[in-house]
Structure formats: structure tokens, C-alpha cells
């Protein structure tokens, strides 16, 4: 497999080949074309944002052969060796592990010496903020008066962690996170570049799950190009990082505006195909209502940088001021009651039928209950059971009258607090608010109770008691539907088994702990070990790359949550021997694929077809029916 190539080799060479640095950039090129250096920089920002990239380059531009300049030659030895990390006067140093003052004496002693073979001695600090004290305070003397052949180029995520007396000395820059946008960009010309085929909706999930780093990004994407075999769909990569694309984040707020709940219901039944993380979805959900708020308010205020512009300035003119607001509110309690529903679809569901039961407006009783009564009438659409609209426009009627809740509901908390902004939307702060009155808090209470009283209602009707006596909160009203006839439902994805029955076997029972999107991908590459409370998972390299604290935290907790709190976890690299999650259920696919196939060469009918008239399966079309195992 080819994993890190892309970020390898699209590190850029050159300072035009960075991407979204633009600020960062001029005023270096600036300084090199008038020579006007200074002796410490320093580089802070996310990580894979190009900290250490623009100082290798920088390196490069300070020893290149030519000369000092902006654009070293990339022929020279100099700038040779740089790029393939050998020059002896660049000195890295990653202070994450070297961080003894030792090492920090080792550093100062050698800055007196000249340069062995370039104009200039260069140390490049990684993550300088990792240094003890005693290391800042043996460096501090030669920040303060470096020899003259010396440049210091520090780099770092967390600037709050370093000493005045070092931030004081050095120039700083700090690099921009990439938007979306400009990683899709730039998603979109390396593919080209590389020839391998992409859907547009498939670089926007990429982009927006690289969360700022397009090197990561660029990780994401070999690892998804792998996953698609060697081309990158949409569906693809949202099932790989559980997260649903732009257009389907459309579908749910059409149906919405179009007050069409049976719609709304097929939506949610078919993103759940996905297993996504519905945490993410309504993430994105908040992102769009704020920026359709951002439209309506000052129009033509939205930009591009998610991709989404022409459907916040379609959707700014569709909704009410009032419809944005309620739909973020929902939206932003149901992120927060994600957490403790016992079902995460459910949770998700609840919310967005909230959104639409609650809908501020005249008639708005009147339509589910009718469509309802058409959809079922008309039939047609057959995953999408009768029962299913009525949690969403019933209950209103029979139980209470509509109106306190409505009212009560219509006129959301008007400051929504921007700390309670996920970090995914962008600009939080800046939505201004109309008619900041202060009003009640979009309550959970009473409309999760309201809804709840249906649910007997619901329980009464001829529904197929399912023969598992599962946990109670497994059967919400929004999700009785879908335990219906259909059997692929039944995948033990989401389903919450909290006993197992016997042992658990982590190839085989992995998805029943419920890890979606990245961090279960990245689980589910991994074998299991576990010795009492210690937990160790093994991960090869390339996707051992991938990971982070919060990959792991969420792993973590999904242990914790099944085998008990005491539970330790440790990620290590190293070799699976086929002991995954993922290669044991490709194994399964293979074995019903060729069943699949057997049966089909086997069926008579088929036979009698080929035979006649000079047929041939084309075995590649043959699908094995889902959940038939
Ligand atoms: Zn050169």
C-alpha cells in the first residue's frame, strides 16, 4: 500500500507551492529579497499546517548555492541535501522527545562553531513549547545573542506555553488552519496530477475531515484511494470517515423546509446506512444554520469556504429568521443530548423531528398528519413504513393543544452562546443575532416528555414485538419503525447489545462497541490483546499515522463503556497478522460474495438462461443479499 505517498511527495519544494500561507510567505520573501533577516523565527499554528515545511524551505533559501533568495535553485547540493534531510548544518530538533537539558548544553556549545558547509547554521525547533524550563533557560543566552552564522526557526502549537523571554526574541508568524476550501483546491489538482479518478463531494468530506491540516488531508486521501480501490467516491469515503456528504446534508434540510417528515424519515433511514457519527452531522447542521443566519442578516456576507454557498443563500431566502434560529438551537441541544440518549440515531432522529414538530408557523399541525395519510395511501415508498410520520405531527393533537410549546419554542435563546460552538463552525462569534431579548432556553424538558407521551400511544399499535427483550430505550418512537420487516436494519452496527453472549471476540464482536467514523475505522484496523485491565491494540504504520488523542479518546471510551471503567489502552505500531476487525469482515464478504456467485452459477433459472441464450453472468454484478449470515 502506498500510505503517506501523497503528503510525501506533494510536501512542497517551493514557497509557491504553499498553500493558504499567503501572509506568512510575503513577508518572508520580502525579508530574503532585501536581506533583511532576523535571527529567530517562530512558526506557530495547528499541526500539518506547514510549520516545519516553510522552515525547511526557509533553510533552503538561506544555504541554497545561488545565494540567498526566495527561490532557492532545488539543484545545488545544498538545497539537495536539505530536501532529503541530510545537510549537516540544519539541525532538527524535536524537543516532543529531546527535551533533558543535555541536549539543550549539546545545542549551545555547538552554535559557536561556523557552519560546516552552508552560509548559514540552522536549528529547526519542533514543538519548542515541549521544553523544561532549565532547556529554555540554557537557550535563552543564545537566543538573546546568537552568532552570527546562526538562525533559530522555532515551531509550535501551543504559544501560550512559552516564556515571554522567548517569544520576546523571536520573529513571530502565526499559520492560518486551512479552510475547506483551499484543501479541496488543492485536493483537487494532486489528484489530477496523480491521474486517479475523484467525485467532487468526495475532496469536500476529505477536506472538511482534515480539520485544518492538509497533511493530513493528503494522509486521508491516500488512505481513502486505498479504501475505493485507486479512485475516490463519495460514498467511499463517507463510509470511511462516517461522515455524510454536503449533499445529503441538503436532502435533510429540504425535507425540513419542505415540511416533509416522511421524507425526512427515508433520509435518516438511508444516512444511517452509513453509520456515521451523527455528532458530526449535527455539527454540520450548525455550521449551515449559522451561516444561512449570517446571510440573512448581512446578505452576501457568505463565502465558499465550505462549499456550500449557493445552498445558505437558497436556504437564506427559503427560512425565516425564526425557522434558522430554531432549527440551530435544536441542532445545538441535540449535540449536547447525544451524549446521554442511549441510542445515538435515536438521538439524532429526535432531534431533527423536533425540528420539524416545533416549526414555528400557522399550519403547521396540519401536514405531517396529512402527508402521512397520502404517503401511506399511495404506497410508494416502501422503506419507509406507515407508522413512521406519526411520531412527528400526531401526538400534537390528541394530547395537548399545540400552542405553549410552540410558543414557548419559537423564540429561542437569541444569544446563542458562542463557546457552545462546536469547533467545526467557523467565524462563531460574528453572527449577529436580531432582537437580542433574553427569552427561556430552548428547553429539552418538555419536548422530549411531550413526544415520550406518544409513545404508549405508539406501543399499543399491532407492532411486531421483537423477540429479544432489549433494554426499553432501545424503542423510541422514531426508531420503532425501523425494526420493522426489513432485515438489514438488523446489523448489529448500532444496535446497543449490552451482554453479549459468550466471549467477546474482538475481529467478530468489534462493531457492537459502536466506534463510528475515523476512530472506529482506525479500531477496526487493529488487533487485539488484552491482559486484565490493559488493553493493547495494534495498528500498522499507515494507519497508525492517522491517529490522534481524540481517535483515541473515543476509542477509549467505547472500551470503558463495554468492558468497565478500570480499562487502560494503549495503541501501538505494528504488524496485525490479519487479526483485525476489517480484514476479518473483508474475509466474510468474500465468502458471501462467493457463495453469492456459487448459488447464482447453480440457480436453475440462471442456467437455463445462460444455455439458451448463450448468456453469461457477469459475476462482478452479483451482490450477496445484506444481513444474510
Ligand atoms: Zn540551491
Redesign the pocket.
Known sequence: MSYQVLARKWRPRTFEDMVGQEHVLQALIHALENQRLHHAYLFTGTRGVGKTTIGRLLA?CL????GV?PT?????????EIQEGRFVDLIEIDAASRTGVDDMRELTDNVQYAPTRGRFKVYLIDEVHMLTNQSFNAFLKTLEEPPEHVKFLLATTDPQKLPVTVLSRCLQFNLKRMTPEHIAGHLKYVLSEEQVPFEEPALWLLARAADGSMRDALSLTDQAIAFGNQKLAASDVSNMLGTIDQRDIEKLVNALVENNGPSLLSEIQRISDFAPDYSVILADLLSLFHRVTMEQVVPGSVDNALGDAAQVQTLARQLSAEDAQLFYQAALMGRKDLAVTPDARMGFEMTLLRMLAFRPGTDRREPPTVSSAGQSGSAESRDEPDPAPAPAGQPADPVHSAPPPVAELSQPEPEAKPEAIPESAPVPAAAPMPEPEPEPEFEPGPVPEYLAEADPVHESEPRPQPPESGPEPTDPPGTTEMAGPEPEVAEPVREPEPELSGEFVWERDFRSLGIVGMPGNLASHTAFTRDGDDILLTMEEGHARLLNARHEEKILAALRNHFGDTINLRIEQGETGGKTPAAWEERQRLARQQAAESAIRNDPLVKSIVERFEGRVVEDSIRPVQGSR
Not at 532557492?72 to 539537495?80: D, I, K, N, T
Open positions: 533552503r544555504n541554497c548555492e545561488t533568495t532557492p535553485c532545488g539543484e545545488c547540493s545544498s538545497c539537495q
